[in-house]
């Protein structure tokens, strides 16, 4: 491997962290993670789903501790125990989620926790104000920011918004700054405005960790990339002596290209199950695709390039602003869940407490909600539904006590086989499942897996997101690659390996 | 042991002690309170707070903070309206019941999607509603108190009809029956409890929540509209704010009866034992000549006590 020895001349190193690893139970999250970062540089930090980066930088912040390894901050040792901490010695965590208090004014966001006070304690209004413009005065050559410090946040632009969301940060005056997906929510105009920004900070001197879901971005704006994979860090190049594919190589690692099963090519000319034509809204831009009867369709890329919008659009949730549906090809109006299930869709949550669980009824109370709508029944006759309900849980091989067990008595993982049960028992002929084996155990998963191929054999089309990657290769016949709320390219055949899935899913087109 | 505890603390077992025990101490008060009379006597005014509690058992049992105080305001209502359609005509009974319940109902309605499409909270929009009708109560009756029962509805609720028990009685057993069948044979009944459980877990198997919540207020309006013609049938006329007292009463009753006011949880008859148990220590307290706010503070312990057994069983059951 392109294990590059760390050359940079130490004095200017404003982090370094060596062998640093974390276990959250019985996953290990982090074996060997390694970044170094000097002073005035811009450091892209890059890996496919779960392979540690965002725990990387979670530790350097200090909102996790680390088990194991070395953590140096400007040249000394840092034991970190509380993001306060962190804070202290100049690390600042830009989150993609827009954390403003809306009513509040922009000068009252920027310092909300850490007021100036006065003399007598209370909040110095005068110098809160001075601060914040002193802030905006030093962004507003390339922000051309538009607003003052009295200004309330809910009368700015979400583009403007954003630019407070950065003023908080660079108000503490970090030296060493992580941005995790800073750009997600942005369109090329605000990246652009951004960078400038990153460029500013640069030119002064802070050290930048940059993670983004964007190949072109890291390489228009990083001087050095860190490639992490499998909670290890595998490579760290110059921005200017690597190309896109042998960082993409580093990301998916050898081992990747595991055996595939082979699976009988689809009929030519058969009449596709589903057809989703330029649907858009919310995150979603102009996403067509459709999935025959018993195939098995992926939803691959980074973590909330769309994938989820995609499946909850489709079952009604989260409608679509724009665009058609068809089942069977006829159109359908998807405008709440009802229609959906009418239409022969069934959708599994991977948030299942939220999405799923109906706490303190029972297993038949749970199964049978969704059989009441969709056979628009106005009677319940628990004798004459108990054994198709039995059936369908026992084909998932669930454990459970019986029927009018609570369902909370039951493991995550035979919880969620009774949210699946709740489909089969409506016959659907579509499944959407949204990252459906999150936080179940390995056992589950593998009666999961089981059972959506025998669905798939028997018929019935299902749209498959996985977080996974390995779990999307393992199980789907096409996988539809997003970035950014589009689709960047649909992987079949020779193209379906990891490889191509992670090169796609950093919006690398074909 | 934990076999003892779950026993000790099921809802039902403790409101049948408690009717049992305070039949006890009211008979040691005053000989003759637990006589086979006075007994009936007792359940012919629970079935009243019984029928009222029916409406509230909906609401809260439906969930995210359901709650519904107009019922006082809605029993006056439908009593005044039963009272003048009436004007003492056994020909104007049934016409009667249609207009209290169908008034109530709608107005019941207005509440419900006060609730589900403006998104105000239960409690305010309930109280809202309350304070609305009771001003036109007083508007329409000018204060004074109108219209008279039919003889025939006065004795159907407080003479002998079969087997020595009034005919309010068998309505109120075939209330209770078709509760248990609403909430446990039906689909609304089992989209109710869905929603009370987990209200986005039930939109996502396709349950109309909004419609559903909507009609449960309607529902909890119309039981307080056919009160209030029970109460009329009771006292033979009926003054404007007839129904305040049967308010916090009906939420007691809910309670005692093992419906969690966080809903999703619980069964009508709980709350049939429920009422009768606040029935019979009303009429013990009256025995003692205890003042009406002495009443009052005794009610008002009595379900702060109740919140907080369950709240702390609730937690060790999961």
């Known amino acids: 491997m392109t294990q590059t020895p760390s050359a940079e001349p130490s004095p200017a190193r404003a982090l370094h962290a060596q062998g640093v690893t974390k276990r959250f139970g019985a996953i290990t999250a982090l074996s060997s993670g390694r970044i170094s970062v000097g002073k005035g540089e811009i450091h892209a930090l890059l890996g496919a789903n779960g392979c540690g980066k965002s725990t990387l930088c979670k530790i350097i912040a200090g909102t996790v501790s680390r088990d194991g390894g070395t953590l140096e901050i400007d040249g000394r040792p840092a034991d970190l125990k509380s993001p306060r901490e962190a804070e202290a010695l100049g690390v600042a965590l830009f989150y993609q989620e827009l954390s403003l208090v809306p009513q509040l004014s922009v000068a009252d966001n920027i310092f909300l926790g850490h007021e100036p006070r006065n003399a007598a304690g209370f909040v110095d209004r005068r110098r809160l104000i001075a601060d914040t413009e002193v802030l905006i005065a030093r962004f507003s050559a390339v922000a051309g920011s538009g607003f003052a410090a009295g200004t309330n946040v809910s009368r700015l632009s979400p583009d403007q918004r954003q630019i407070v969301e950065i003023l908080k940060v660079l108000a503490r005056n970090p030296s ?106 919310g995150r979603l831009r102009d996403v067509s695709f459709s999935v025959a009867p018993g195939e098995i369709l992926g939803l691959g890329g980074l973590q909330g390039q769309g994938q989820s919008a995609i499946l909850q659009g489709l079952f009604g949730a989260e409608p679509f602003a724009r665009g058609e549906v068809s089942v069977d090809g006829r159109p359908v109006r998807l405008r709440r869940p009802a229609d959906a299930i009418r239409a022969g869709l069934a959708y599994v949550s991977g948030d299942r407490g939220r999405d799923a669980a109906l706490h303190g009824r029972s297993i038949f109370e749970n199964i049978a909600a969704a059989t009441l709508v969709s056979e628009r029944r106005r009677f319940v006759w628990p004798s004459a539904l ?104 649909e992987l079949s055949g020779d193209t379906r390996d990891a490889f191509h899935l992670t090169r796609a899913a950093y919006g690398e087109t074909a | 042991m934990h076999r003892a505890r779950t026993i000790l603390t099921d809802p039902l077992v403790l409101a049948a002690l408690s009717i049992l025990v305070l039949l006890g101490l009211g008979e040691a008060v005053s000989p003759g309170f637990a006589r086979g009379d006075q007994i009936v006597r007792l359940l012919t005014v629970s079935a009243i707070l019984g029928i009222v509690a029916a409406g509230q058992s909906l609401v809260v049992i439906g969930g995210r903070e359901g709650i519904d105080l107009s019922v006082g305001a809605l029993i006056s209502l439908g009593a005044l309206l039963a009272g003048n359609v009436m004007s003492g005509q056994d020909g ?216 907080l057994l369950y709240g702390r069983t609730r937690q060790l059951r999961v």
């Open chain 1, 176 to 281: 060493i700054i992580i941005f995790d997906e800073a750009t997600a929510a942005l369109d090329k105009r605000q990246v652009d405005l951004f960078f400038s920004i990153l460029r500013t900070l640069k030119a002064e001197g802070v050290a930048i960790i940059f993670i983004s879901h964007r190949m072109d971005e890291v390489f228009e704006i990083a001087d050095r990339i860190t490639v992490m994979r499998n909670g290890e860090t595998v490579a760290e190049y110059g921005a200017g002596e690597v190309d896109r594919d042998t960082v993409v190589h580093d990301m998916v690692g050898k081992l990747a290209d595991h055996q595939r099963e082979a699976r009988p090519p689809r009929p030519a000319g058969e009449t596709p199950r589903l057809v989703v034509s330029s649907v858009s809204g």
């Open chain 2, 92 to 307: 104007n009974i049934l016409p009667a019941i249609l207009v209290a319940g169908g008034v109530t109902f709608a107005i019941g309605i207005v509440s419900g999607l006060g609730v589900t499409v403006l998104r105000i909270p239960p409690l305010v929009m309930t109280l809202g509603m309350a304070g609305v009708v009771q001003g036109a109560l007083i508007a329409m009756s000018r204060g004074t108190p109108s219209g008279n029962a039919a003889p025939t509805l006065m004795a159907f609720v407080n003479r002998p009809l079969v087997f020595g028990l009034p005919g309010i009685l068998f309505v109120w057993a075939l209330i209770a029956l078709a509760m248990w069948f609403l909430l446990r044979r039906t689909t609304l009944g089992y989209a109710i409890y869905a929603m009370g459980s987990n209200e986005r877990a039930a939109e996502f198997t396709g349950l109309p929540t909004r419609r559903l919540r909507t009609l449960l207020y309607g529902l909890s309006g119309m039981f307080a509209g056919i009160a209030g013609v029970c109460v009329i049938g009771y006292t033979g006329n009926s003054f404007i704010s007839v129904g305040d007292q049967y308010v916090l009463p009906s939420i007691i009753a809910v309670v005692i009866g093992g419906i969690s006011l966080a809903g999703g949880t619980g069964n009508y008859f709980g709350v049939v034992l429920g009422a009768i148990a606040l029935t019979i220590l009303q009429s013990v307290l009256t025995t003692l000549q205890l003042e009406f706010w002495g009443r009052q503070l005794i009610f008002g312990a009595v379900l702060l006590a109740l919140m």
């Open chain 1, 386 to 489: 108990k054994p198709r309900f039995e059936k369908a849980a026992a084909g998932l091989n669930t454990k459970y006590a019986g029927m009018e067990a609570p369902i909370g008595s039951l493991s995550g993982g035979n919880q969620q086989k009774i949210f699946i049960a709740r489909w089969l028992a409506t016959d659907a002929s579509i499944l959407l499942l949204d990252d459906p084996t999150k936080g179940i155990d390995l056992g589950a998963k593998g009666d999961f897996f089981e059972l959506a191929r025998d669905l798939a054999a028997k018929g019935t089309s299902i749209v498959f997101y996985a977080s996974e990657d390995a779990e999307l290769l393992g199980l789907c016949d096409r996988i539809l690659v997003f970035n950014s709320g589009a689709v960047t390219a």
